[in-house]
């Protein structure tokens, strides 16, 4: 299966690829693809996706073995070039996302008239320009929703034949070139995805 191919987004933000892709098998989360490692007690997947600035990982552990499985936030690490990278507060990292796509509207002109070199709006710009503000407010309401819910730490053990879904955020990144890797630690047990820059 091939991953993060055709520019894959989530919430607006790039999907990163796994490396050594043949190493997973391929799960899906809202239509995205995303790595896959399982075994005998754990099916884990991984998605990592990147902003300018920072990087944001969703885990599904689901638990295979006959016991409960401990398994929160605080179990997924994230590495850039080897480097243990900052987890950033899910609440405050949701209250950042959603006030920056709160920001009130400003149209961008559609030209600039050559005589009065003021500012010509052009209706069905400004309404595609409105159009495309709402969909980024909601987007990013929706995507702090997400990390408000998931990023929580704690909770529930995860019971023999179910699965728990977190996300947490990263950054600031030191370099977009350098490779990412996701340590999840669920049950005694650690399963690493690598990811391409």
């Not at 990013?140 to 728990?164: D, M, N, T, W």
């Amino acid at each position: 299966m091939l991953f993060g191919l055709g520019g894959d987004a989530r919430f607006g933000r790039l999907v990163l690829a796994p490396v050594d892709s043949f190493r997973y098998t391929a799960g899906k989360l809202d239509e995205i693809s995303a790595p896959v490692l399982s075994d005998e007690r754990h099916v884990v997947s991984c998605l990592v996706y990147a902003d300018d600035d920072r990087l944001y990982v969703e885990v599904t552990v689901k638990n295979r073995s006959r016991a409960d499985v401990t398994f929160a936030p605080a179990s997924v690490r994230l590495e850039e070039d080897g480097k243990p990278m900052p987890r950033l507060d899910a609440a405050r990292e949701a209250r950042r996302i959603e006030s920056d796509g709160a920001r009130p509207f400003e149209p961008v002109p559609s030209r600039v008239d050559p005589k009065t070199r003021q500012p010509v709006y052009d209706r069905n710009d400004v309404d595609r320009q409105s159009r495309r503000r709402l969909e980024y407010q909601e987007r990013e309401a929706v995507f702090a929703s997400l990390l408000l819910a998931l990023g929580r730490e704690g909770g529930a053990a995860i019971q023999p034949g179910h699965e728990k879904h977190v996300a947490c955020a990263f950054g600031p990144r030191k370099a977009k070139s350098a490779p990412v890797e996701a340590i999840v630690d669920a049950g005694g047990s650690s399963y690493r995805f690598a990811f391409k820059p």
